[in-house]
């Protein structure tokens, strides 16, 4: 697999010494429940960083927002899940952009050209996404943002 996401978790006793865990898991049910911080990967790169409710409450990142719509609704009752399209890049030949170009609804030009810088969405949120760069297509549920890291 070529995606991951990885999440720290720092409840009190932990942060009394000084120290952390770190999950590497594909499980978003586990992340909420016990995660505080949450790095989503993919095509070995950082797709969007922030705290456990950023990530699920205000994704910003196609990717992100995939992994929630692939994951099942126990109170919504029979549907059915919307999979992500395509398949994950070649690493041994990896594309020039941005890793998640080939499968995502919003690519540009752009994206196929250079992979996005972290855009800082808020005090704890981050995404690699050109949605967020100011004179990229508006896009409803993305954030634009000026500053990158
Ligand atoms: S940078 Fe482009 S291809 Fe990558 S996730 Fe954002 S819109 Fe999609």
């Known amino acids: 697999m070529y995606f991951c996401i990885i999440a720290s978790i720092t409840p009190c006793s932990f942060s009394l010494l000084s120290t952390s865990i770190i999950f590497i898991t594909h499980d978003l049910g586990v992340i909420a429940e016990v995660c505080d911080d949450v790095v989503v990967m993919y095509g070995g790169m950082v797709m969007e960083k922030g705290s456990v409710n950023d990530i699920f409450y205000n994704p910003q ?63 704890t949120q981050q995404s690699a996404c050109w949605l967020q760069h100011p004179e990229s297509p508006k896009v409803v549920g993305y954030t634009k943002s000026k500053e990158v890291i």
């Open 61 to 123: 990142h196609p990717y992100t927002k995939g992994l929630h719509r692939s994951i099942p609704k126990v109170t919504k009752g029979k549907s059915r899940l919307i999979p992500i399209e395509g398949s994950p890049p070649d690493l041994m030949n990896p594309p020039k952009g941005c890793p998640f170009s080939s499968r995502c609804p919003h690519a540009m030009e752009v994206c196929m050209e250079k992979p996005a810088p972290a855009f800082i969405v808020s005090e």
